[in-house]
């Protein structure tokens, strides 16, 4: 059964900096590409940056290019997002998933907060 658990999510103020997690089972971890996601309230779910299945190519939405950094540990079956210049449009449920299959179903994903 393919699962995704993230975590790390939390409240930060503008500026702020927080390490996302997600912890993946129930397929061969390393021989997929990687995606996070996020939901704001009341829009539609989007792509925030993808990683290959080694690590080495990425590729960031324009909202978050700079800012965030997408990286994985395949012995750990994790990929993390490094979020620094946190803004208040960063404001989301934030999802892993892996990128190549539309039929996974979404984690309980983890709450970002940007306010003062």
């Known amino acids: 059964q393919v699962q995704f658990v993230e975590s790390g999510g939390g409240l930060v103020q503008p500026g702020g900096s927080l390490r996302l997690s997600c912890r993946a089972s129930?397929?061969?971890?390393?021989?997929?590409?990687m995606g996070w996601y996020r939901q704001a309230p009341g829009k539609e779910r989007q792509y925030v940056a993808i990683i290959d299945r080694v690590g080495i190519a990425t590729v960031y939405a324009e909202s978050v290019k700079g800012r965030f950094t997408i990286s994985r540990d395949n012995a750990k079956n994790t990929v993390f997002l490094q979020m620094t210049s946190l803004k208040p449009e960063d404001t989301a449920v934030y999802y892993c998933?892996?990128?190549?299959?539309?039929?996974?179903?979404w984690g309980q994903g983890t709450q970002v907060t940007v306010s003062s």
């Open positions: 998933k892996r990128f190549d299959y539309a039929s996974d179903s």
């Open positions: 129930g397929f061969p971890f390393s021989n997929t590409r």
